[in-house]
């Protein structure tokens, strides 16, 4: 979500891209791709320049409609690296390592101006490149989509990476929202949603990906619109008023009225009608990731309202309820069940002064067998390396571990007994009446 310190303030396109904003990007800089591009189903898709790995053929997983198992409690975390601050990939062999997920809203391609331009690019690649994502879920990318993949590619020592432009088309800097960047071989990518039912390229789409051990994955890029009022704005001025024993500005229902005019039509459009269609028949599992720009439904339900800066306050949400309810699991909330204790707070790393209460409003879910949750953490501070400074962006990351169990091979078939010779029969019964 763009916004500013103090009220939220975007300027809506024409109505094809109703859901996108204006950015304020500072200028778009023309980048000399040294790789080809190549146009697939509506998607752009940036090859690396060295030639993509074979992988081994994937097998079709369970359905992706079932909800994965349950998760087992995430083990404690690996010992932070002295670069990053934050836990690094477990190690192991290529095919049964964690596949470490990146989700992130960069603001503005990371060149926002306030946060200091070009240079603020350089530091956040900086981010990413420490955290060494497998698969990157970008947000607000708008015109850093090569500078993302060429610096993971020559800098997190994880081979070459893969670029795929999830927005397309359009005027100015909001026509590339969402990118999807891997190190794994891309095997399809989804086609633009064609429905103007309520979401548009602007806010989703994706691609599928091979994975060493044999497995597939369905990765879907998502940005939601905002409410006016924006429903985070709705939370924290209540909690502020709670706070200070004064009455609530807004109702319970008016909050949960906001994201009714925004949020709820667009994720009901993608669940019920672009989900569907990009998947078709595959059946392996999915990762939903990036900012929903509401707040976890589970998280502001009656049962956590005695936490630490809730107040007491909850409210009836739908949101992230309709996509645990289609099926997934939210892998932050899975790893730390417990609210009160890890908020995973993600807006505003920029506000913390103007926020009194936790909000997290960027996700990484997951669907399907497989699928095991590690660990889940969320980064919202400057490596340790860099200059004292604001966040790189207005929104955290969010980071999860997962462990994807390879693709079951088919049963081998019992041999068949080895058929007996003719007249086999007749010698037996010829052998018995001489006894």
Known sequence: ???????????????????????????????????????????????????????????????????????????????????????????????????????????????????????????????????????????????????????????????????????????????????????????????????????????????????????????????????????????????????????LPHTRAQVADAEQRRQLPQLRDILDRQLPAMLRDDRSPVLMAGDLNTVAASDWSARWARCPRRYGLSYDLRTTRLITEAGFRDTYRTAHPDVCTHPGSTWSPLKRKHRVTPERIDFIFARGQGLRVRRSFTVDKRLPSHPAGQFYSDHGAVVTDLTVAPAPTAATPAPSPSPRPAGHRAAAAAAAAKR
Request: aromatic residues 6%; proline residues 9%.
């Open 1 to 247: 979500m763009r916004s500013t310190y103090g009220k939220k303030r975007h300027t809506y396109r024409s109505a094809g891209r109703r859901a996108g904003r204006s950015t304020g990007h500072p200028g778009r800089t023309a980048t000399t791709l040294s790789c080809a591009l190549t146009l697939a189903s509506g998607a752009l898709l940036l090859p690396s320049a060295a030639a993509a790995p074979s992988a081994a053929s994937a097998l079709s997983a369970a359905s992706a409609s079932a909800p994965a198992p349950a998760a087992t409690p995430a083990p404690s975390p690996a010992p932070a690296s002295a670069s990053s601050g934050h836990p690094p990939p477990a190690a192991g062999p290529a095919a049964d390592r964690p596949v470490r997920v990146l989700s992130w809203n960069i603001r503005h391609g990371g060149r926002d101006r306030a946060l200091g331009g070009r240079e603020n690019l350089r530091l956040l690649l900086d981010q990413v490149v420490a955290l060494k994502p497998d698969i990157f879920f970008a947000i607000e990318t708008y015109g850093s989509g090569e500078a993302i993949r060429r610096a993971l590619t020559r800098r997190a020592g994880q081979g070459s990476y893969r670029a795929v432009q999830v927005t397309r088309g359009g005027r100015g800097p909001s026509r590339d929202n969402l990118w999807l960047f891997t190190r794994y071989k891309v095997v399809n990518v989804f086609p633009k949603p064609r429905t103007r039912v309520a979401a548009t390229g602007f806010n989703t789409g994706g691609a599928r990906v091979a994975l060493p051990n044999g497995r597939r994955l369905n990765l879907v890029d998502t940005w939601l619109s905002f409410s006016r009022p924006w429903i985070g704005n709705m939370v924290n001025r209540n909690a502020k008023a709670a706070k200070a024993g004064r009455p």
